[in-house]
T-cell receptor, first 111, second 118 residues
Framework: QKEVEQNSGPLSVPEGAIASLNCTYS??????FFWYRQYSGKSPELIMF????GDKEDGRFTAQLNKASQYVSLLIRDSQPSDSATYLC???????????FGTGTRLTIIP | DAGITQSPRHKVTETGTPVTLRCHQT?????MYWYRQDPGHGLRLIHY???????DKGEVSDGYSVSRSKTEDFLLTLESATSSQTSVYFC?????????????????FGPGTRLTVT
């Protein structure tokens, strides 16, 4: 079983709709959760991080964390073509300065 | 980019030759990491550093060595390059949480090095 799992996609969403990206993790002691966006041929860019159960909002992005169910999600509201990218979920374990990355979900926003 | 540069940005080399990739940061962050990214495998940690001269292995460290003689520089060396080491290599940096305990360990990535071993 992979430590951090994401649906590889591609996930296609119409422009203006809500894109929902999901990530599950196996280490129940994980403490911190991160979402990165990676455009083709570019490096990963941090867009959100979350530590506590519940929702965290930043502009059009909302990260949701449910530690009991061991999943974290990213919602993108009012999706734009510029949101088309691969989204990487990363998890930090307890007392660990390293991150474990999922393989990413490719998102395509259809105009 | 959070003050992170990588050099070279592209390199083609032959099997069996040594290769050194450099990561340089201007953020004075404590932690530095080397990853490789391959289709279907995502980002995999090669080595990381938690301070000057302090390094540790990641999940795919075989065939790679690292050195960190200064806070700002982290070098990745392929002792004898093989075709299986053809990949995109990313350096990342992070810092410990603040005294308030908020944040910390979020990683910021350099622009990457595309290495081809023929």
């Amino acid at each position: 079983q992979k430590e951090v799992e994401q649906n590889s996609g591609p996930l296609s969403v119409p422009e203006g709709a809500i894109a929902s990206l999901n990530c599950t993790y196996s280490d129940r002691g994980s403490q911190s959760f991160f979402w990165y966006r990676q455009y083709s041929g570019k490096s990963p860019e941090l867009i959100m991080f979350i530590y506590s159960n519940g929702d965290k909002e930043d502009g059009r992005f909302t990260a949701q964390l449910n530690k009991a169910s061991q999943y974290v999600s990213l919602l993108i509201r009012d999706s734009q073509p510029s949101d088309s990218a691969t989204y990487l979920c990363a998890v930090r374990g307890f007392g660990n300065e390293k991150l474990t990355f999922g393989t990413g979900t490719r998102l395509t926003i259809i105009p | 980019d959070a003050g992170i540069t990588q050099s070279p940005r592209h390199k083609v080399t032959e099997t069996g030759t040594p290769v050194t990739l450099r990561c340089h940061q201007t953020e004075n962050h404590r932690y530095m990491y080397w990853y490789r990214q391959d289709p279907g495998h995502g980002l995999r940690l090669i080595h990381y550093s938690y301070g000057v001269k302090d390094t540790d292995k990641g999940e795919v460290s075989d065939g790679y060595s690292v050195s960190r003689s200064k806070t700002e520089d982290f070098l990745l060396t392929l002792e004898s390059a093989t075709s299986s080491q053809t990949s995109v290599y990313f350096c990342a940096i992070s810092e410990s949480p603040t005294l308030s305990g908020i944040g910390g360990y979020e990683q910021y990535f350099g622009p990457g090095t595309r290495l081809t071993v023929t």
